[in-house]
Every structure is written in structure tokens, then in C-alpha cells.
């Protein structure tokens, strides 16, 4: 109890953001509950699944981190602003119960770039959700978007190559959702946010639809969605994702479709197609390739992809898991290849663009060290 009183004084004093996290992270680990969950010693096993309680205030505490090389090149040219090494992620992760119907989910990142924006604004998500039973959620707070597709739904921190218009869409945002579970393998989400594009103004808003399905070997992330992109000017997105799981590996295919109306716009002039395979040839390794084409051919209401872009990714990599049954652990490589017309000068990709990336990635779960690394084993 000294130790306790000791660290909320710590947390009370006048430390800078890292250490009053870090302290925090420290309370909540320490907190009735949780002890039991350090202590444990349950088998592991060959999948993502954790070891964890499934009741408490603290289920999940982790701490991920990605470090990276990376070399561009813009044709045969070397560019130096975005070669050398990277920390490319800290993110804390923490989620738990409160009582019976309530729960919490948060994740913030660390790195210097995005708390120069506000500490807020570096939260990825942080809502609370009330699960009255077992058909029906309700969530507020800062969610990610619900708008389809497997390559959207990613989590940044596994992600080595993003195309143009996800490079630009703002996914976190506050709002509110209610989630209704058809059946184990049917959940409808309807939601309402701020807007992604509120960069334009800060009062816009945006609605949409989800559905999310798994049926035998088919997975979907289907969603429609209505976003103001400037005050009272509205564009629809439709975006499906498609994934097809089969023994060693998976298959997905995602078409998110942007349309606005007005002159120049036509309905399927405005997309991102992307392909992609994994293959896991024995258990450790994980071998990618991945295809994506960001087209829009005239809606100038989409400020994700400009007019007159035609660009076409292509990106191959590799992923190895050093710990028997776990993916705690990762090292990647990757190469990536743009070409064709952006047609924002300053967007994030341009044509004759070729990225190599090589790095590591862990995660520390708090609350399953012993199993994490086999401590006493």
C-alpha cells in the first residue's frame, strides 16, 4: 500500500507526459484483478490469441513499438528526407470492464510527430461501451471509422505501405455507434462522427452503415458511408472488402468507391482497388504481395485523391515471428513500387517512386510476460 500511496504521488507531481504514462501503465498493472493474471502459466497457443482475463478493470495492457530502415528513391534519384532509420510507432494499448455491461478500449501513440499535434489528437481511440446483451452495443467516444475494407481495418502499426488515399484519410474521430449482432457471424454498426474531412471546418459530420461477416471461408467488411467535405456538401463512399481464407494463407480484395455529385463526377470515376495474398509457407514466415490502383478521373470534392491521379502500387514483402506460437515479435521486409500520376503535387505518393523497408516490431503485453517470453521455463 506504501509502494501505491508513493506512485500517486509520482503521478501527481509535475512530470512530463512519458513518465505520468508510464506511471499510470505501472498503477493499472498493479491494480487487484491483474495479479493473478501476471501469475498464470496456460498453454500456448499457435495463433494471435492471448492468455488474458476476460473480466476486469484491466484486461489488456500492452506496450507496441516498430522500428524500421527505409531507403525512397524518386526514379534513380535518393531522397534524404525519407531514408535512414525510423521510429516508426510507441503505442500504449490498454482495454478492461467496468461492471458487467461496460467496457473500455484505448490506444495513444507516443512519437514526437504526432503529440506536436496535441495529445488528443495522438489518441488513436479511446470510448466506452455498454453491452446491455449479447445482440446489441452501444460505443462513444473516439472510434475509428467504420468504413469497409481489410486494408482500411488494418492496425497502422501493421501496415508498410499505404496507398494515396489511405495515406490521407483522418480514420479516428469522435462520435457515437450502436452495433446489433444478427448472428455469430452477422454484426451491423451504424455510426455518427465528426467528419474526416473537418480539416475543411470543424462543425461537419458523417454517417454510415457496416456490416462485418464471416461465413465459412468468406470474410466481410462491407459499408456505406455519408461525410460532409465541405459545410453542406456531402460525398458518398461505398466501400467492400472482400477476404478469402484457405489453408496456408488468404486472399482479399477491397474496392472503396468516393462519389460526390456535380460536374465532372461520375459515379465509378472515383476508387481505390487494391489485391492482396498472404501466404504462410511453414508457421513462422509470412510472405506478401499486394496491388493497388488510386483513380479519380474528375470528382474534385475528394481531397484524399486529387483529380487526374492514376497511381498504381505494387509491393512485395516477407514477415518472420521468432517466438514458437506468438507474433509478439516480427521482423519485415518489404519493397514497394508507385508509378503513374498523382494528381496532387504535393500528395504523399508520386509516380517512379520505389520504397525498401526492413525493420522489427514487438509488443509487451504486461499482463502475460511469463507466457510472452516463457520466463522460468
Known amino acids: 500500500m506504501q509502494a501505491f500511496r508513493v506512485l500517486i504521488r509520482n503521478f501527481a507531481a509535475p512530470l512530463d507526459i512519458m513518465e505520468k504514462l508510464l506511471t ?34 484491466l484486461t489488456t495492457a500492452k506496450l507496441e513499438t516498430r522500428f524500421s530502415w527505409q531507403r525512397d528513391w524518386a526514379g534513380s534519384r535518393k531522397q534524404a528526407e525519407k531514408s535512414g532509420f525510423f521510429g516508426d510507432f510507441i503505442n500504449v494499448v490498454l482495454g478492461g470492464h467496468i461492471g458487467s455491461h461496460w467496457s473500455y478500449a484505448y490506444r495513444q501513440r507516443l512519437s514526437k510527430q504526432t503529440l506536436s499535434d496535441g495529445f488528443f489528437n495522438a489518441t488513436d481511440w479511446l470510448y466506452l461501451t455498454y453491452k446491455p446483451n449479447e445482440r446489441w452495443e452501444f460505443s462513444a467516444g473516439k472510434e475509428c471509422l467504420a468504413i469497409g475494407g481489410f486494408a482500411y481495418d488494418k492496425a497502422p502499426i501493421d501496415v508498410y505501405h499505404y496507398s494515396e488515399y489511405l495515406s490521407n484519410i483522418s480514420c479516428y474521430q469522435i462520435g457515437v455507434s450502436a452495433a446489433y449482432n444478427l448472428s455469430p457471424a452477422d454484426r451491423f454498426v451504424v455510426q455518427a462522427t465528426q467528419s474526416p474531412f473537418r480539416g475543411n471546418a470543424a462543425d461537419m459530420y458523417g454517417f454510415g452503415l457496416q456490416w462485418v461477416g464471416h461465413h465459412g471461408c468468406y470474410n466481410s467488411l462491407w459499408s456505406t458511408q455519408l461525410f460532409e467535405a465541405t459545410p453542406g456538401h456531402w460525398i458518398h463512399f461505398l466501400a467492400l472488402g472482400n477476404r478469402f481464407d484457405f489453408g496456408c494463407g488468404q486472399f482479399v480484395v477491397d474496392w472503396t468507391n468516393r462519389y460526390a455529385g456535380g460536374w465532372g463526377a461520375s459515379f465509378f470515376g472515383d476508387f481505390t482497388l487494391s489485391g492482396e495474398l498472404h501466404v504462410q509457407p511453414v508457421q513462422p514466415l509470412n510472405l506478401f504481395v499486394k496491388y493497388v490502383w488510386d483513380h479519380n478521373s474528375g470528382d474534385g470534392s475528394d481531397f484524399l485523391v486529387r483529380p487526374g491521379t492514376r497511381l498504381h502500387h505494387l509491393q512485395a514483402g516477407a514477415e518472420f515471428y521468432p517466438l514458437k506460437g506468438r507474433r509478439d515479435v516480427r521482423f519485415h521486409a518489404s519493397y514497394a513500387r508507385v508509378w503513374g500520376t498523382n494528381g496532387n503535387p504535393a500528395g504523399v505518393w508520386q509516380g517512379n517512386e520505389s520504397i525498401v523497408k526492413l525493420g522489427l516490431t514487438f509488443r509487451f503485453d504486461f499482463l502475460n510476460l511469463k507466457q510472452q517470453f516463457k520466463f522460468g521455463k
Open 24 to 57: 499510470l501503465l505501472l498503477l493499472l498493472v498493479l491494480m487487484p484483478g491483474s495479479a493473478s493474471a501476471l501469475d498464470a502459466d496456460t498453454t500456448l497457443v499457435e495463433t494471435d490469441s492471448e492468455s488474458r482475463p476476460e473480466h476486469g478493470l
